[in-house]
């Protein structure tokens, strides 16, 4: 037996990404972006408003970074989501984020969210998707395993359940792709 909701927007897991952008000033400011993900190679797309100073921010700069909610960083994660910029332009500072310059693209690395997506605009459509080209992607030693790589594990990324409004980690390995498939060839 099923049970029908109709049309909802619900992907599962559904990333929580935090923007990291610079204003005018210099400023940084973060977003929880929770609509957004792999647009295709080489690309990265959110879903933003135009009335986020986030929207903005990029428009002005041409650039931003996506960096990945963690298990520790869910109380700063989610109020850079609920406390916009334009009412409260320190919410960077107040959630308790600092910021390193990227080398790459005008905008911000949180350093306390331990992988970053650097991105360069290309484009936004009507329709509010932001699409930016990876110029880099950054990761703190401490979340890279013994090759070198990052270890999802150790990143402990969070998820959003748009279903009950819901925050959680991430599970354990099940699987290895393009590799366990191969059994039943």
């Not at 107040?94 to 350093?111: C, L, M, Q, Y």
């Amino acid at each position: 037996m099923r049970k029908n909701f109709g049309a909802k927007t619900w992907l599962y897991p559904m990333p929580v990404l935090i923007v990291g952008t610079y204003d005018e000033n210099g400023t940084p400011n973060a977003m929880n972006a929770a609509w957004g993900g792999i647009y295709d190679t080489g690309l990265v797309m959110v879903c933003l408003a135009d009335d986020h100073k986030t929207t903005e921010n990029i428009k002005k700069n041409g650039a931003f970074t996506v960096s990945f909610a963690t298990g520790k960083t869910v109380i700063p994660c989610d109020y850079v989501g609920i406390v916009s910029a334009n009412d409260t332009p320190d919410k960077f500072a107040r959630a308790g984020f600092h910021a390193t310059k990227s080398e790459f693209v005008n905008a911000p690395i949180i350093d306390e969210l331990p992988l970053t997506v650097e991105c360069r605009l290309l484009k936004f459509n009507e329709d509010g998707i932001c699409i930016g080209g990876i110029v880099n992607v950054s990761a703190e030693d401490s979340i890279l395993d013994e090759k070198g790589r990052v270890d999802a594990k150790k990143l402990d990324p969070i998820i959003y359940d748009s279903s009950t409004h819901a925050y959680w980690s991430f599970g354990e390995k099940v699987g290895q792709a393009f590799s366990d498939g191969l059994k039943l060839k």
